[in-house]
Each structure stands twice: as C-alpha cells, then as structure tokens.
C-alpha cells in the first residue's frame, strides 16, 4: 500500500458527461501528480501541482482539468467526455516538486465511456 | 523529443533464471531513471532509481539497474527471477530543468515456474 488513496475505483459513464476523480496524497506529501493510462498511448503525465499551485502541464486536454485544495487532495475533473477518454487514471505523490523524487502511486481509477 | 524505449514487449525466463529487462532513454543533460513494477489491478510501485554517483543502483525485491551514460541504457537486472516477479515494468526518466517524468510503454516480464 502506497498510501495515496483514489476515489472512485470504477466510474462508468456516457458521452458527453463530466467526472471527478479524487486523489488524497501520502502524509507528508506536497506534490500530486496526474497520469492517464491507456493502451494505445502507454502511461502519460498530465498534470503537477504543489502545495496548492500548478507546477507543471504535459498532454492535458482542455477539457480536463485539475486542482489541488489546501488540506492537499486532489481532484481531476473531466468534461465533454469522449469515448477515447475511457482509461486508467492514476495519482502519485511525492515530498517536493523536484522529479528526483520517487513519486508513489495510487490504485487508480478505471473510468469507462459508454 | 525526451523518450524512453523498452524495446521488448515481453520477456520470458525460467524461475532461477538471471532476468534483464532492457531500457535506453533520449532525454537533455543529466537523466534521472526509475523503475516502477505494475501488477494487475495495481497502481505502479517504485523499485530503483539513478539520480547521481554509482552506475549500479540496488533496489527492492532484488532487483537493481546499471546507468551506461555511453550507451545510454538503463537496464533492469536480477540475478535469481521468482515467479512473483512477473509483472509489468517501467522505466522512466526525466532530467535537471525537465517538467515531467516520461515512461517508456511497458515490458510484460513473465517468469515460468
């Protein structure tokens, strides 16, 4: 168990709706990072933040987007959702923004589009 | 452009058997490699990573890599493979003043009892 905890497990849904994915970080842990997963694009970074700030974008959609509260949890939300948005979506964290540390990661979230 | 190549989707070898699972990377300036282990239904989990000074990094479960700057290589290695090890794995790399971690697609290790 990594220690970062992801909400919902399974989420299925229709084109055309939004979802939110919830991340709660590691004790400790300042970043929150965001990957999707899926099997034609491989493991691809979407989006960083750190102790509430965004720190870094990578292949996010503008449909997507993400926030970090205060308390540190995150949530990804998903809008307008396509068919090909359906793919494991996983969290890590890790202590500093620095990529030299090793991130942990979370469960993930399955989100299906029907 | 950054990358990071597994060139074997799967490899396959014996329980007991020496295991290499193969990495190279292309990224700017110094590299900074990870390897993380997926099993099914999981989410990664962190094995080794190169950030600086020894070439030969040792990691958990037995695993450990080798940083070749000159090859550019990144390989994953354990000398005796368990059955329990066959999982997926990941390299990964990112570099000094990059903004994000890059993961290869994924070698699929199978150990054979």
């Known amino acids: 168990d990594s220690g970062v905890t992801q909400t919902p497990k399974h989420l299925i849904t229709a084109t055309g709706q939004r979802v939110t994915l919830r991340c709660s970080p590691r004790?400790?842990?300042?970043?929150v990072y965001w990957y999707q997963q899926s099997l034609d694009q491989g493991l691809q970074f979407l989006i960083q933040y750190y102790n509430g700030e965004e720190r870094a974008k990578g292949n996010i959609l503008e449909r997507f987007s993400a926030q970090q509260f205060p308390d540190l949890h995150s949530e990804l939300n998903l809008s307008s959702l396509e068919l090909g948005d359906s793919a494991l979506y996983f969290c890590a964290s890790s202590v500093s923004d620095s990529l030299r540390g090793t991130q942990y990661f979370g469960p993930g979230t399955r989100l299906t589009v029907l | 452009a950054q990358s990071v190549a597994q060139p074997e989707d799967q490899v396959n070898v014996a329980e007991g058997n020496p295991l290499t699972v193969k990495c190279t990377y292309s990224?700017?300036?110094?590299?900074?490699l990870f390897w993380y282990v997926q099993y099914p239904n999981r989410g990664l989990q962190f094995l080794l990573k190169?950030?600086?000074?020894?070439?030969l990094v040792k990691g958990s479960y037995g695993f450990e890599a080798e940083f070749n700057k000159s090859q550019t290589s990144f390989h994953l290695k354990k000398p005796s493979a368990l059955v329990s090890d066959s999982a997926l794995y990941f390299c990964?790399?990112?570099?000094?003043?990059?903004?994000?971690?890059?993961f290869g697609a994924g070698t699929r290790l199978f150990v054979k009892a």
């Open positions: 004790s400790g842990d300042l970043s």
């Open positions: 190169y950030i600086t000074g020894d070439n």
């Open positions: 990224v700017s300036g110094n590299p900074y």
């Open positions: 990964a790399a990112c570099y000094t003043g990059g903004f994000k971690t890059i």
